[in-house]
C-alpha cells in the first residue's frame, strides 16, 4: 500500500511556488519539501485543509491510493 502525494502537480496547476504556499498556509518551506518528496508519515488534517483552501482543491488532488501488489 502506498499514497503518493501529488503537491508538485497542484502547485504547477496553480502557477504557485513551494515557498509562498508554505508562506500562505503557515509551515515551514522544510515541511513543505517533506511533503512534496513523499517521505511525510502522516500530515494533519489542518495543514491538508489550509492546503486545499489555499490551491482551491480537494483532498484527492492531493493524496493518491496506488496499490503495489
Do not use: H, W
Not at 502557477?15 to 519539501?33: E, Q, R, V, Y
Not at 494533519?44 to 488532488?61: G, N, V, Y
Amino acid at each position: 500500500m502506498a499514497i503518493r502525494i501529488n503537491l508538485d502537480v497542484m502547485l504547477a496547476r496553480r502557477k504557485m511556488k513551494s515557498k509562498d504556499l508554505a508562506k500562505a498556509i503557515g509551515i515551514t518551506t522544510a515541511n513543505i519539501s517533506i511533503l512534496r518528496s513523499g517521505k511525510a508519515k502522516a500530515i494533519r488534517f489542518s495543514t491538508l485543509e489550509a492546503i486545499c483552501k489555499t490551491l482551491d482543491c480537494q483532498p484527492a488532488d492531493i493524496l493518491e491510493y496506488v496499490d503495489t501488489e
